[in-house]
Nanobody, 124 residues
Framework: VQLQASGGGLVQAGGSLRLSCAAS????????MGWFRQAPGKEREFVAT????????YYADSVKGRFTISRDNAKNTVYLQMNSLKPEDTAVYYC??????????????????WGQGTQVTVSS
């Protein structure tokens, strides 16, 4: 599967952005999906994950209550709605697809396919 992330940009603190990740192929619904991010000089970190049929989600503590992950299997797309953005949310955001996890995964090693990343910059 190929993943194409979009929706990043420059926003002021307190603002919102919605990231999208479009997947190619007909098997999107068979993948657990996740969002990760990497800030300059830091390691990639988990942000959010969603199960195959959207029944289960899990978030990093740093974004819980502000970010919402969702998916539309008919459109082969996963979303990340980001509200109340903070300067520390500045990073390149990556979507990823996991073939094998039973429900969802917070570990980047579990993910098989990655998008190219989209830059999110939050100004103070």
């Amino acid at each position: 599967v190929q993943l194409q992330a979009s929706g990043g940009g420059l926003v002021q603190a307190g603002g919102s952005l919605r990231l999208s990740c479009a997947a190619s192929g007909r098997t999107f619904s068979t993948y657990v999906m996740g969002w990760f991010r990497q800030a300059p000089g830091k390691e990639r970190e988990f942000v959010a994950t969603i199960s195959r049929r959207s029944g289960n989600t899990y978030y990093a503590d740093s974004v819980k209550g502000r970010f919402t992950i969702s998916r539309d299997n008919a459109k082969n797309t996963v979303y990340l709605q980001m509200n109340s953005l903070k300067p520390e949310d500045t990073a390149v955001y990556y979507c990823a697809a996991d073939r094998q996890s039973t429900l969802y995964s917070i570990y980047d090693n579990d993910y098989d396919y990655w998008g190219q990343g989209t830059q999110v910059t939050v100004s103070s």
